[in-house]
């Protein structure tokens, strides 16, 4: 594996995931509040067979 396909896979596995954000979270970050973000984490780029599309 070359070295800019090793740095992109190891780039691809750390952003991955991401975290769901609800309107309301989005009310509470820009009211100053801290992002709960310990929820359950969403792959975006190969979701699970029936999984919401979040795109």
Known sequence: ???RSA???ALY???KDTVRV???D???VVAGEPLDDSGPRVDVSFPADGAE???
Do not use: F
Request: aromatic share 0%; glycine share 6%; hydrophobic share 40%.
């Open 13 to 15: 596995q750390l952003t």
């Open 7 to 9: 740095a992109e896979a």
């Open 22 to 24: 609800t309107d309301d």
């Open 1 to 3: 594996m070359s070295e």
């Open 53 to 55: 599309d979040l795109l």
């Open 26 to 28: 989005l009310g509470r």
